[in-house]
C-alpha cells in the first residue's frame, strides 16, 4: 500500500525553526517528484515547494522563499521540510504529497497531515 | 495565475447534478486537477489533465474543459461526495502551482 506519513509538527514561537519528515512506503521513492502543500486553519491550498526524484530541482513558493529548505534521502525513502524563521502566517497543516511529473504536476497520494502552530 | 472556483458553495440535493466552474486567468490548455476534500480529511485527487479520472473515482465524476474555462460534474451526488473541490494549475513556470479557493457542496 502507497503510504505517507508525515512528523515533526507542533507549537513553536515566532522566528523559531521546525523540521518536518515524511516517511514514504509502497512505492520506489526515487522515482517520484515529491512537493509540500499547506492549509492553514479554515483556508485553501497552498503549494509551498517540490522537489524532483533526484533532488536536483527544487522550488519554492515566495511566501517561504529563503526561510524553508525541502531536501529528500533517496536511501530513506524519506522527504524533508527545514522551517527556520517561522511566522504566525506559517500555521497550518502540511501534507506531504507525491506528485506526477519530473518536478510534479498534480498528486496523486497525500499524507494526513501535520499540524504546525506558530504562536508565542 | 489566479484560478477562481465558483459558486463558492453549492447547494445540492442527493441524487441531483452538480456542475462546478473552475476559471483561469492564463490559458492552461488542459493541465488541470480536481481534488476532493473530507472534513478532517486530506486532499484526494479525482481528475488530471482537465478530464481524467484517477485510479478509483467513480464514473459520476466527470471533468471537462481547456484553456481557461473548465468544470467538475458530479451526475447523482451521493452523501459521501458533499466536501469541499479544489482545481489546481499545473501549466505555469516555474512550478509554484495554483489552487483555487474551493467549493463547498452542501445538502
Known amino acids: 500500500e502507497v503510504q505517507l506519513l508525515e512528523s515533526g509538527g507542533g507549537l513553536v514561537q515566532p522566528g523559531g525553526s521546525l523540521r518536518l519528515s515524511c516517511a514514504a512506503s509502497g512505492f520506489t521513492f526515487s522515482n517520484y517528484a515529491m512537493a509540500w502543500v499547506r492549509q492553514a486553519p479554515g483556508m485553501g491550498l497552498e503549494w509551498v515547494s517540490p522537489i524532483s526524484g533526484s533532488a536536483g530541482d527544487t522550488y519554492y513558493a515566495d511566501s517561504v522563499k529563503g526561510r524553508f529548505t525541502i531536501s529528500r534521502d533517496n536511501s530513506k525513502n524519506t522527504l524533508y521540510l527545514q522551517m527556520n524563521r517561522l511566522r504566525a502566517d506559517d500555521t497550518a497543516v502540511y501534507y506531504c504529497?507525491?506528485?506526477?511529473?519530473?518536478?510534479?504536476?498534480?498528486?496523486?497520494?497525500w499524507g494526513k497531515g501535520t499540524t504546525v502552530t506558530v504562536s508565542s | 495565475i489566479v484560478v477562481m472556483q465558483s459558486p463558492a458553495t453549492l447547494s445540492v440535493s442527493p441524487g441531483e447534478r452538480a456542475t462546478l466552474s473552475c476559471r483561469a486567468s492564463q490559458r492552461l490548455r488542459t493541465n488541470l486537477a480536481w481534488y476532493q476534500q473530507q472534513p478532517g480529511q486530506a486532499p484526494r485527487l479525482l481528475i488530471y489533465?482537465?478530464?481524467t479520472r484517477a485510479t478509483g473515482v467513480p464514473a459520476r465524476f466527470s471533468g471537462s474543459g481547456s484553456g481557461t474555462e473548465f468544470t467538475l460534474t458530479i451526475s447523482s451526488l451521493q452523501s459521501e461526495d458533499f466536501a469541499v473541490y479544489y482545481c489546481q494549475e499545473y501549466n505555469n513556470w516555474p512550478p509554484l502551482w495554483t489552487f483555487g479557493q474551493g467549493t463547498r457542496v452542501e445538502v
Open positions: 504529497v507525491r506528485a506526477i511529473g519530473d518536478i510534479g504536476y498534480y498528486m496523486d497520494v
Open positions: 489533465d482537465a478530464s
